[in-house]
C-alpha cells in the first residue's frame, strides 16, 4: 500500500472515481492547468481534459447550482471551494435546492462539495472558519469530515456514489501533515460509520476533523497518568453514528466532545445532547465539550491559539471528567 | 410609466414564417389552457375552495407557450412561476399539474410541496423553487451537462424581471455565457415585482442590454405576441444548438392580477391595466386567428367549453383527493 | 395598556424607535407604499417617508449589506426579509460581514434583520424554515425569538439600540394569533434574558416562539394530570440566558426542550449540552428535546402537522421524562 | 490575449488638464509608496520573514493612487486587495499600515485580521474583506446612508474583474444605480483572477459594458496612466457628487506578480508580461515627468531613496513588535 498524505488520498479518491466513472467532472475556481490552490487537482486538466476539469468564474452559487443541474442531467460533479469559507456565497444553492430536491422530486443530486477548512495557519478570519454545523443543521445535506488519508480516500469514493448531496470538509492542516498507507484502487468507507481509532476503558472523546489527531495526542498523555482513554472519529457528522458513539460511552461512562469550530450550536452540542438522552442512565460524569471560544477565528497566532482548541485545553478537561 | 402607457397605441401580432396554421392552433389551446387554468382556480380561490396560493399568470401566456412551443422533446425547460403554459406545452396532463399545485395524493411531490414547484423527469421539466433566480444556475448547469455529453439539447429558463435582479441570475448567465451553454433566458418583465414596480427595481432601459454585460445576444420583445416570442425563441434555441451560446430575451408584458389572489393589487395604476387589458395576449391572437382565417370565433367558443369543462371537472375531482398521508413526511430525505 | 397581536407590537416598536432617533430606517421588498407581505410597515411610508422606509429590488445580498454600509456610515438601518427563508441570499453579508465587524473593526454594525419564520400554514418547504440555528452557531451575531406582543416590542426595541448585528426571528403563525397587553412607548426586554412564563416544580420545558405557547398548553393538561410544570421562554438564543435555565432545571431536575426547528443540531442542542455539562448533578432523568422531524417543511397539511413538533409529541415526552 | 498584446502600442501618457504639477509630484510619491511597500515586503518574504501573503499590487499603481487623490476627506473609500496606494493617499501612516499587514501589537485590529483588512473610520476608509464582491453592497449602503442624512460624499469602491463574476457585484451596484447612489465602482482588470485568466471569468469585451445593463455610465480607461485614472474618476465622482448616481469604470492593467507571493505566476504567458512591463504605470510616469520638466530624474531617485528608507525602517521596527497578546482574542465579539 502506498503512504499518502491527506492531500493526495483526497486526489488519489478523484482520479480514481473518474477514471472509472466518466460521469464525475471537477468544477471550481483555478482547478484546471494551475490544480487548485492546494494542488489536491494537479495533473488533472492532462488526464481528463478541460471538458472535465473545469475552472469556473468567481461565483460560488454558479458553482454549486451548476453542479446542481449538471447533476439533474445524469452527471456526478465534485465541486471545490477554493476554501470552504467561500460557501456562504452559494449557501443558498445548498440549503435551498441541493437539500430539498429528493424530497420534493424524488430525484438524485449526487453532487459532492469539497474543500479545505479550518484554522491553525494564521490565515483570518475568512479562510479558517469550519462550518459543518451549519450543514448538520440542514436535513437532506449528509457531512463529511475525515481525519485521515485512508478515512478520507475511502469516505470520498463513497461520497461521489451517494446519490445525495453531501458537504466533504478537509482540514487544511491535515493536507501535508498526516501521513499513512492508503488502499490502492477501489476503497469504500461507508457514510455513517465512525470508528474506534484507540480503544480505552476510562473516557471517551468524540471527535472529527483535526481534533481526532489532538485527541489521539491527550489520550496517550492520559496513559501516562494511568487513564485508559477511547477516541471515537466520527468520520460523518450526518449520518451519524449513534451505535459506535453510544456504545463507547456505555462502557467508558464518561465523555468528552470535541471540535475545532466555536462551541455555540456546534455539531458537539448534538452528539452531548444525544448521549445526554439516550445514554444518560451511564454516564458518571457531566459531559464536556471542548471547541473553539465563540468568536471569528483571529490571524495573529497568539489569538488563534488562544482561540481554537488546543491539546492543553482537552487534556484539563478530560482530567476534570476523570477525575469527577 | 402609466402616463406613457396610455398613449401608446396596441401593437400588431406580427406573424412569423416559422409558424403553420396547425402551430397556430395549438400556440392557442396552450393559452386557452393557462388562462381558464387561472381563471377556476381564482373561482375555486375566491370559493375559499383552493389550497396554497394562485399565482395567476394572466398576461403571461404568450411567453411561456411561444417560447416553449420551440422547444425538442431533448430540450430541457425551468419555468418560473408564471409559466403554466408551458407545463401545457410540454404535455403534461391537466389532472397531473392540479395533483400537484394541490399538493394532493398522487402528486409528483407527494404532498412535500405544492403550486408549479414539481419536476417531470420524463417531459425535461423542472419546476422553481420559490427563491427566485435559484434555478438560474442549476439550468445552467443542467445545460453545461448536455454540453459535456455531446447532447445537442437547449435548456429554456424564465424568471421575472424582479428576480433578474438576484445574484444567481448574475453568476447564472455569466458562467452560461463563458461556457457558452446551450442555454436561452427569458426575463418576464410584467411590470411590477409584487407591490414594486420596476422604477424601484432597476434603472436601466432595457432589461436585454444586460445581455452585452455577458457577451450575448440580447433583444426586447413584445410579451403579449405570441407569434413574436415564438419567433425570437426560435433564433435563441437554434443558436444554442448551434454551439453559439446562450440568449437573453425580455419579453414585455402585465401581470393582469395580484402577485396572488389574496393581493388586490390597488398599487397599480388603472390605467396601466386599462391598457394592457387591450392588450390581452390570449384576445388578441384569437382576434388573429379569426381575421386570418385560421379558426372561427364559434371553433374557438367551442375550444374554450371543452377546455373550461376539462379543467373543472379535473380540479374538481383532484380537490375531492386527499392529501397524501402523514408517513409521506419521513421519506426521501436521503435517496 | 393597549392589547395588541405580535404584529401589531412589532409595528408599534418599530414606530416607537422611528419617531424616536431619527438615524433608524427601514429597508427591504414591498416594505413601502405595500407595507410589506405581512403588513408590518403598513402606514409608515406616509408617517416616515420613502427615505426612511426603502424599497428595494430583490437582493438580499444588498439589503443586508446596504444595512451594514449605512450602519457604518452612522445610522441604524431595519432589514426586513419578506420570508426570512430568504436569508440565504444574503447569508455571506451575516455571517462574514456583520458577524466579524466588531471583532476586527471595533466599530458597531447596529443593524436588525427581521422577518417572519415558521410552519403550520401549509406554506412549503421555502416559506416555513426556521433557521436560528445557522445564525447562534455564528460568533457575533445576536439572536432573539420572542413568543409574545409585549417581548417582542421590548426586544425589537433593546435590538434595534443593540450596537451589533441582530437577527429578529417572527414566528407567522403567532401574528395575529397571539394578543396581550402591551406597555405603550418606552419599553425594553433586555437580550439575553429568559422568562419563566409558568412556574412549576417536577419538569421544566425549555422552549422559544411558537413552541412556548404549546409547552404552555402541555403544562395544562399536565396539570390535570397531577404535575407542575414549569416554562422558560428563552427569547433569545444568543446572548443566551444560562442562569434562568439552570435555575430551573435545578429546582425541578428534569428537562424537555423544545424548539419548532429541525432537531439535529438545532438549538435545543445547545441548550441539552449546557445542562449535560453545568447542571449534570441535577438532573433526575435523561434530557429530552422535542423537534422538527429532520426534514424539509413540506407543504401539505398531513405531512406538515406529522414533521413539526406537536402538543402531542410534547406531552407524550414530558410524561415519559416525569416517570423516569 | 498573448498575440495581440505582443504587438500592441504602449499608449501615451494622456495629460489631464485637472491635475496641477504639484499634484502630479504627489501622485507620483503616492505611487512610489504603494510600489516600494511591495518590493520591500516582497523581499523580506523571500527572507521568510513576512507574516501572511502578500498580494503585490506592482501594476496597479495608477488606479487606486489616480482614483482615491479625486475624493475629499468626507468621502469613504472601500479598496480591494490591491489598493495599498489608496491608502497612502488617504494619508494612513506607513507605520499603521505595516502594523496592520502584519497584525502587530498596536494595529488596529488588534490582531485578529490583517493586510489591508483594517479600517480606518477617521480617514474614512474600509478595508476588504476575503469574500470578493462582500463590500460592494456594504459601500452602496455607506452612500445611500450619506444621501439619506443628506450629506455630499461620495463612496470609492474597487474590485477585480474576477470579483466582478460574484452576485454581490451584480446586486451591490443594481441596487445604487436605483437608488441614484454617490457611488462610483472601479473593477481593475488586471486579466488574471489568481490563476484564471478573463477568457474564463466573463466573456463580453468590456466590463464597463455592464452599466448599460443598470443604466449608469461607464467608462474603459487605461489603468495604467495616472491622469487618465484620475480624469475618469474626478468625472463619475462629481456627478455622484452632484445626485446624478453611480458609475462603473473599468480600468485595464496588468498583475505583474503572482497571485500572492507564493505563487510563480507560470500560467501567465512570458509576452504578456514583457508587453505590460513596459506600460509600468510608475515608469512611466516618472518618465512623462521627467520629459515634462516637472521633476527630475536626480529628484526622483532622491524620493525613491527616502521612501524607501522610510518603509524599511518602518517595516524593520514593526516585524521586531510582539503580537498583540492572546486575550484580545476574547474581546470585542460583540460591542
Ligand atoms: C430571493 C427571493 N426574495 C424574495 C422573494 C419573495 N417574492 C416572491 S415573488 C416576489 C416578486 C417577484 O417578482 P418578479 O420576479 O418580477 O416575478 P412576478 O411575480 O412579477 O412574475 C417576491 C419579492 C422570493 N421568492 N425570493
Ligand atoms: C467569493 C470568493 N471566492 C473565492 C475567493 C478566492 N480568491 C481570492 S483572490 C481570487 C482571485 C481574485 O481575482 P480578481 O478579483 O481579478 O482580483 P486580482 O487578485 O486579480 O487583483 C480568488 C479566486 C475569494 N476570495 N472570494
Ligand atoms: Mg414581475
Ligand atoms: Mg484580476
Given at each position: 500500500m502506498?503512504?499518502?498524505?491527506?492531500?493526495?488520498?483526497?486526489?488519489d479518491?478523484l482520479?480514481?472515481?473518474?477514471?472509472?466513472?466518466?460521469?464525475v467532472?471537477?468544477?471550481?475556481?483555478?482547478?484546471?492547468?494551475f490544480?487548485?490552490?492546494?494542488?489536491?487537482?494537479?495533473g488533472?486538466?492532462?488526464?481528463?481534459?478541460?471538458?472535465?476539469?473545469?475552472?469556473?468564474p468567481i461565483?460560488?452559487?454558479a458553482?454549486?447550482?451548476?453542479a446542481?443541474?449538471?447533476?439533474?442531467?445524469?452527471?456526478?460533479?465534485?465541486?471545490?471551494?477554493?476554501?470552504?469559507?467561500f460557501?456562504?456565497?452559494?449557501?443558498?444553492?445548498?440549503?435551498?435546492?441541493a437539500?430539498?430536491?429528493?424530497?420534493?422530486?424524488?430525484?438524485?443530486?449526487?453532487?459532492?462539495?469539497?474543500?479545505?477548512?479550518?484554522?491553525?495557519?494564521?490565515?483570518?478570519?475568512?479562510?479558517s472558519?469550519?462550518?459543518?454545523?451549519?450543514?448538520?443543521?440542514?436535513?437532506?445535506?449528509?457531512v463529511?469530515?475525515?481525519?485521515?488519508p485512508?478515512?478520507?480516500?475511502?469516505?470520498?469514493?463513497?461520497a461521489?456514489?451517494?446519490?445525495?448531496p453531501?458537504?466533504f470538509f478537509?482540514?487544511?492542516?491535515?493536507?501535508?501533515?498526516?501521513r499513512?498507507?492508503?488502499?490502492?484502487?477501489e476503497?469504500?468507507?461507508?457514510?455513517?460509520?465512525?470508528?474506534?481509532?484507540?480503544?480505552g476503558?476510562?473516557?471517551?472523546?468524540?471527535?472529527?476533523?483535526?481534533?481526532?489527531?489532538?485527541?489521539l495526542?491527550?489520550?496517550?498523555?492520559?496513559?501516562?497518568?494511568?487513564?485508559?482513554?477511547?477516541?471515537?472519529?466520527?468520520?460523518?457528522l450526518?449520518?451519524?453514528?449513534?451505535a459506535?458513539?453510544?456504545?463507547s460511552?456505555?462502557r467508558?461512562?464518561?465523555v468528552?466532545?470535541?471540535?475545532?469550530?466555536t462551541?455555540?450550536?456546534?455539531?458537539?452540542?448534538?452528539?452531548?445532547?444525544?448521549?445526554?438522552?439516550?445514554?444518560?442512565?451511564?454516564?458518571?460524569?457531566?459531559i464536556?465539550?471542548?471547541?473553539a471560544?465563540?468568536a471569528p477565528?483571529?490571524?495573529?497566532?497568539?489569538?488563534?491559539?488562544?482561540?481554537?482548541?488546543?491539546?492543553?485545553?482537552l487534556?484539563?478537561?478530560?482530567?476534570?471528567?476523570?477525575?469527577? | 410609466?402609466?402616463d406613457?402607457?396610455?398613449?401608446?397605441?396596441?401593437p400588431e401580432?406580427?406573424?412569423?414564417?416559422?409558424?403553420?396554421?396547425?402551430?397556430?392552433?395549438?400556440?392557442?389551446r396552450?393559452?386557452?389552457?393557462a388562462?381558464?387554468?387561472?381563471?377556476?382556480?381564482?373561482r375555486?380561490?375566491?370559493q375559499?375552495?383552493?389550497?396554497?396560493?394562485?399565482?395567476?399568470?394572466?398576461?403571461?401566456?404568450a411567453?411561456?407557450?411561444?417560447?416553449?412551443?420551440?422547444?425538442?422533446?431533448?430540450?430541457?425547460?425551468?419555468?418560473?412561476?408564471?409559466?403554466?403554459?408551458?407545463?401545457?406545452?410540454?404535455?403534461?396532463?391537466?389532472?397531473t399539474?392540479?395533483?400537484?399545485?394541490?399538493?394532493?395524493?398522487?402528486s409528483m411531490?407527494?404532498?412535500?410541496?405544492?403550486?408549479?414547484h414539481y419536476a417531470?423527469?420524463?417531459r425535461?421539466?423542472?419546476?422553481?423553487?420559490s427563491?427566485l433566480?435559484?434555478?438560474?444556475?442549476v439550468a445552467?448547469?443542467?445545460?453545461l451537462?448536455?454540453q459535456?455529453?455531446g447532447?445537442p439539447?437547449?435548456?429554456?429558463n424564465?424568471i421575472g424581471?424582479?428576480?433578474?435582479?438576484?445574484?444567481?441570475?448574475?453568476?447564472?448567465?455569466?458562467?452560461a455565457a463563458?461556457r457558452?451553454?446551450?442555454?436561452?433566458?427569458?426575463?418576464?418583465?410584467?411590470?411590477?415585482?409584487?407591490?414594486?414596480?420596476?422604477?424601484?427595481?432597476?434603472?436601466?432601459?432595457k432589461?436585454?442590454d444586460?445581455?452585452?454585460?455577458?457577451?450575448?445576444?440580447?433583444?426586447?420583445?413584445?410579451?403579449t405576441?405570441?407569434?413574436?416570442?415564438?419567433?425570437?425563441?426560435?433564433?435563441?434555441?437554434?443558436?444554442?444548438?448551434?454551439?453559439?451560446g446562450?440568449?437573453?430575451?425580455e419579453?414585455?408584458?402585465?401581470?393582469?392580477?395580484?402577485?396572488?389572489?389574496?393581493?388586490?393589487a390597488?398599487?397599480?395604476p388603472?390605467?396601466l391595466?386599462?391598457?394592457?387589458?387591450k392588450?390581452?395576449?390570449?384576445?388578441?391572437?384569437?382576434?388573429?386567428?379569426?381575421d386570418n382565417?385560421?379558426?372561427s370565433e364559434a371553433e374557438?367558443?367551442?375550444m374554450?367549453?371543452?377546455?373550461?369543462?376539462?379543467?373543472?371537472?379535473v380540479?374538481?375531482?383532484?380537490?375531492q383527493?386527499p392529501?397524501?398521508?402523514?408517513?409521506?413526511?419521513?421519506?426521501?430525505v436521503?435517496?
Amino acid at each position: 500500500m502506498p503512504t499518502m498524505t491527506l492531500l493526495q488520498a483526497i486526489s488519489d479518491a478523484l482520479r480514481y472515481e473518474m477514471r472509472r466513472d466518466e460521469r464525475v467532472f471537477l468544477l471550481g475556481e483555478d482547478i484546471a492547468e494551475f490544480g487548485g490552490a492546494f494542488k489536491v487537482t494537479k495533473g488533472f486538466v492532462e488526464e481528463f481534459g478541460k471538458q472535465r476539469v473545469i475552472n469556473t468564474p468567481i461565483s460560488e452559487a454558479a458553482i454549486i447550482g451548476g453542479a446542481i443541474g449538471a447533476a439533474l442531467n445524469g452527471l456526478i460533479p465534485v465541486a471545490e471551494m477554493q476554501f470552504m469559507d467561500f460557501i456562504t456565497n452559494g449557501f443558498n444553492q445548498l440549503v435551498n435546492v441541493a437539500a430539498t430536491t429528493a424530497y420534493r422530486w424524488g430525484l438524485p443530486v449526487p453532487i459532492v462539495v469539497r474543500g479545505p477548512v479550518g484554522g491553525g495557519m494564521s490565515a483570518g478570519p475568512f479562510h479558517s472558519r469550519s462550518a459543518e454545523a451549519w450543514f448538520a443543521h440542514t436535513p437532506g445535506l449528509k457531512v463529511v469530515f475525515p481525519a485521515f488519508p485512508a478515512d478520507a480516500k475511502g469516505l470520498l469514493i463513497a461520497a461521489i456514489r451517494d446519490p445525495n448531496p453531501v458537504l466533504f470538509f478537509e482540514h487544511k492542516g491535515l493536507y501535508r501533515k498526516i501521513r499513512e498507507d492508503v488502499p490502492e484502487g477501489e476503497h469504500v468507507v461507508p457514510l455513517g460509520t465512525a470508528r474506534i481509532v484507540r480503544p480505552g476503558a476510562d473516557l471517551s472523546i468524540i471527535a472529527y476533523g483535526r481534533m481526532v489527531h489532538i485527541a489521539l495526542e491527550v489520550a496517550a498523555r492520559l496513559e501516562d497518568e494511568g487513564a485508559s482513554v477511547e477516541v471515537v472519529d466520527i468520520r460523518t457528522l450526518v449520518p451519524f453514528d449513534e451505535a459506535t458513539v453510544f456504545d463507547s460511552v456505555k462502557r467508558t461512562n464518561r465523555v468528552v466532545i470535541t471540535h475545532e469550530a466555536t462551541l455555540t450550536a456546534g455539531f458537539g452540542a448534538e452528539i452531548a445532547a444525544r448521549i445526554a438522552d439516550k445514554a444518560f442512565e451511564y454516564l458518571d460524569a457531566p459531559i464536556r465539550r471542548v471547541a473553539a471560544f465563540d468568536a471569528p477565528v483571529p490571524m495573529a497566532p497568539p489569538l488563534e491559539q488562544a482561540m481554537l482548541p488546543s491539546a492543553e485545553k482537552l487534556l484539563d478537561t478530560c482530567r476534570q471528567v476523570l477525575e469527577y | 410609466m402609466a402616463d406613457v402607457v396610455a398613449t401608446a397605441e396596441i401593437p400588431e401580432i406580427v406573424p412569423t414564417s416559422l409558424l403553420n396554421d396547425q402551430q397556430r392552433v395549438a400556440l392557442l389551446r396552450w393559452m386557452l389552457h393557462a388562462r381558464i387554468f387561472d381563471e377556476v382556480t381564482i373561482r375555486l380561490y375566491r370559493q375559499g375552495k383552493m389550497f396554497g396560493s394562485v399565482f395567476a399568470q394572466i398576461g403571461h401566456e404568450a411567453i411561456s407557450v411561444g417560447s416553449a412551443a420551440v422547444l425538442q422533446p431533448e430540450d430541457a425547460i425551468f419555468p418560473m412561476h408564471r409559466d403554466l403554459g408551458a407545463h401545457f406545452v410540454r404535455g403534461v396532463p391537466l389532472r397531473t399539474i392540479a395533483l400537484n399545485h394541490l399538493a394532493r395524493q398522487g402528486s409528483m411531490m407527494r404532498g412535500t410541496d405544492g403550486t408549479g414547484h414539481y419536476a417531470d423527469p420524463q417531459r425535461k421539466l423542472y419546476g422553481n423553487i420559490s427563491h427566485l433566480g435559484a434555478m438560474i444556475p442549476v439550468a445552467v448547469g443542467y445545460a453545461l451537462a448536455a454540453q459535456l455529453k455531446g447532447e445537442p439539447i437547449v435548456v429554456l429558463n424564465y424568471i421575472g424581471e424582479g428576480g433578474a435582479q438576484t445574484g444567481e441570475f448574475h453568476e447564472g448567465l455569466n458562467f452560461a455565457a463563458v461556457r457558452k451553454a446551450p442555454f436561452v433566458l427569458i426575463i418576464e418583465n410584467n411590470q411590477y415585482a409584487y407591490s414594486t414596480p420596476t422604477t424601484e427595481e432597476y434603472a436601466c432601459k432595457k432589461l436585454s442590454d444586460r445581455a452585452i454585460g455577458y457577451g450575448i445576444p440580447g433583444e426586447t420583445i413584445d410579451g403579449t405576441d405570441v407569434e413574436r416570442v415564438y419567433e425570437a425563441t426560435f433564433y435563441a434555441v437554434e443558436r444554442a444548438r448551434n454551439g453559439e451560446g446562450p440568449s437573453l430575451i425580455e419579453a414585455i408584458c402585465m401581470r393582469m392580477r395580484g402577485h396572488a389572489e389574496h393581493d388586490n393589487a390597488s398599487y397599480v395604476p388603472r390605467e396601466l391595466l386599462e391598457y394592457w387589458k387591450k392588450r390581452d395576449p390570449l384576445l388578441r391572437y384569437q382576434r388573429f386567428l379569426i381575421d386570418n382565417g385560421i379558426l372561427s370565433e364559434a371553433e374557438i367558443q367551442q375550444m374554450r367549453r371543452e377546455i373550461e369543462a376539462e379543467t373543472v371537472r379535473v380540479l374538481d375531482d383532484v380537490l375531492q383527493l386527499p392529501f397524501p398521508p402523514a408517513e409521506e413526511a419521513f421519506k426521501n430525505v436521503f435517496l
